[in-house]
């Protein structure tokens, strides 16, 4: 869609995208701009074109093969964008963030989550931590690594600290400006917590340092994990430390009643899908 009117193309989608967004960036090279460039790719349907599924004949799994052709396209897309800005000489006043929404559905698209647990959908470490990246020249270090956990509500509270911009206080925002963090090297970390809810299912989950309490169904008691022994959340420590779950359990309770309800219908996941098929 351009303009809310369908486009006819005969390029692979994902490329069609990144032509897009060179041709807006060539645009408004002189203008303040915001370019929001959501990659359809890597995600089902699994299509990529023959000549970039080739590249990747030596992986046997098909499914595994088309997903890395798919990724391939992605990643070749970023560059040319990230040259272009550098081609423009604009790269130095331009922040750029790249991530995931969340972590790969393994049985759907031979995506890969190891040794993390879970995948996309799961409040395990498998669903929800990705791949976050940064550029910002002159600003961020080149290739320094931050370790401390961080949000993708971090980029609307960096770029609004970056433009100088103010919330309003009666809407404070939920992310942190990052750049105190990664530039400067400020002590402790963005986030005193990380937080988690998923509504339909009641599922949960709140980090606090390394430890971790989770729930991936309303009725379930919640597991306890340190993410600093266990990566892969195997080892449930909420019979050997019932003190911090109750701490951790009270502290999700009290973020959980300052949200309002979902603004979706009334209905379960597995009914919305139902619903539309009819």
Do not use: C
Not at 118 to 141: C, D, H, N, T, Y
Not at 202 to 207: E, M, S
Request: aromatic share 10%.
């Amino acid at each position: 869609m351009r303009n809310r009117e369908p486009v006819q193309t005969t390029r692979y989608l994902t490329e069609e995208f990144t032509h897009e967004a060179l041709d807006f960036v060539r645009r408004q090279k002189n203008n303040r701009f915001f370019l929001y460039l959501a990659y359809n790719a890597p995600h089902t349907p699994m299509q990529a074109p023959e000549e970039e599924i080739a590249k990747f004949a030596h992986i046997p799994n098909e499914k595994r093969r088309t997903y890395a052709a798919m990724l391939s396209v992605v990643d070749r897309g970023v560059g040319q964008l990230l040259d272009l800005l550098d081609e423009l000489q604009i790269a130095d006043n331009t922040l750029v963030f790249f991530l995931s929404d969340n972590g790969g559905p393994t049985a759907d698209n031979g995506s890969r989550n190891a040794p993390l647990r879970g995948a996309k959908g799961s409040p395990f470490e498998g669903g929800f931590r990705v791949p976050f990246a940064a550029r910002w020249p002159g600003v961020f270090p080149a290739g320094a690594t931050y370790e401390k956990p961080v949000s993708s509500l971090d980029i609307f509270a960096t770029i609004a600290a970056a433009n100088q911009l103010v919330a309003r206080t009666d809407r404070p925002l939920d992310g942190v400006d990052l750049v105190p963090f990664v530039r400067d090297g400020r002590e402790g970390a963005p986030h005193p917590r990380i937080y988690l809810r998923n509504f339909d299912r009641g599922a949960f989950a709140i980090r606090e340092g390394d430890h971790k309490l989770v729930r991936t169904e309303k009725d379930q008691a919640p597991m306890l994990f340190n993410l600093g022994a266990d990566i892969s959340e195997r080892r449930d420590l909420a019979a050997a430390e019932p003190e911090r779950v109750q701490t951790l359990l009270g502290t999700y309770e009290t973020w959980n009643a300052q949200l309002i309800e979902p603004a979706f219908p009334g209905l379960p996941r597995s009914e919305w899908n139902a619903k539309d098929a009819k």
